[in-house]
């Protein structure tokens, strides 16, 4: 099945400055690649997504890029804000019922 | 406007004691999901199913059940709780469109500890 890794596990920056993340993925037949932030106490949100025949979307301060030659995604924060503080997770997915696999997450902190 | 609502949001188990997690969503979804979040390791896929009346095994199914008698509900069961056990567990629910992938949208979760 697919194997989604995700880089760093932690990741602390200064209010202002811009983030990323970064994750991988084994299945060439994976097609669409969310992105969710998930904070205390609550379930995941989506945040951004990103389909194969893709490869960069922008949503205000918040953008994906993917390269699928090489089976790597990544979310870039900028800009960030202290309410950017969260868990995110990246996820992969083929078209088999719709099912994700996700990346083990990433915990970022803004320091105001 | 609910959503996804998961129920009970807390619950501690002895060993060796069952229960079922209840989840309902309101959006007229077909598929459905049930996952565990355990430190360290993301969410992991327990059990799916793509319409009423019917399930599937996801990557860590022992231990469970699950049954979708209506299609607003997905119902998690554990038999015989184990300390293994212990976890946050989320239901998240989607809608086929087009053959496309489309996000899943996600519960509040329920926080269960097995002594």
């Known amino acids: 099945g697919e194997n989604v890794e995700q880089h760093p596990s932690t990741l602390s920056v200064q209010e202002g400055d811009s983030a990323v993340i970064k994750c991988t993925y084994s299945?060439?037949?994976?097609?669409?690649f969310p992105w969710y932030k998930q904070e205390l106490g609550k379930g995941p949100q989506l945040i951004i997504d990103?389909?194969?025949?893709?490869g960069e979307k922008k949503d205000q301060r918040i953008a994906v890029t993917l390269n699928k030659t090489a089976k790597h995604f990544s979310l870039h924060i900028t800009e960030t804000q202290p309410e950017d503080s969260a868990v995110y997770f990246c996820?992969?997915?083929?078209?088999?019922?719709?099912?994700?696999?996700f990346g083990s997450g990433t915990k970022l902190n803004v320091k105001p | 406007n609910a959503g996804v609502t998961q129920t009970p949001k807390f619950r501690v188990l002895k060993t060796g004691q069952s229960m079922t997690l209840l989840c309902a969503q309101d959006?007229?979804?077909?598929?459905m999901y049930w996952y565990r979040q355990d430190p360290g390791m993301g969410l992991r896929l327990i059990h799916y199913?793509?319409?009423?009346?019917?399930?599937a095994k996801g990557e860590v199914p022992d231990g469970y059940n699950v049954s979708r008698l209506k299609k607003q509900n997905f119902l998690l069961g554990l038999e015989s709780a184990a300390p293994s056990q212990t976890s946050v567990y989320f239901c998240?629910?989607?809608?086929?469109?087009?053959?496309?992938?489309?996000?899943?949208?996600f519960g509040d979760g329920t926080r269960l500890s097995i002594l």
């Open positions: 998240a629910s989607s809608r086929p469109r087009g053959g496309r992938n489309q996000p899943q949208h």
């Open positions: 299945d060439s037949a994976s097609n669409y």
């Open positions: 990103i389909r194969s025949n893709v």
């Open positions: 996820a992969a997915s083929r078209n088999n019922f719709n099912k994700f696999y």
């Open positions: 959006m007229n979804h077909e598929y």
């Open positions: 199913s793509v319409g009423e009346g019917t399930t």
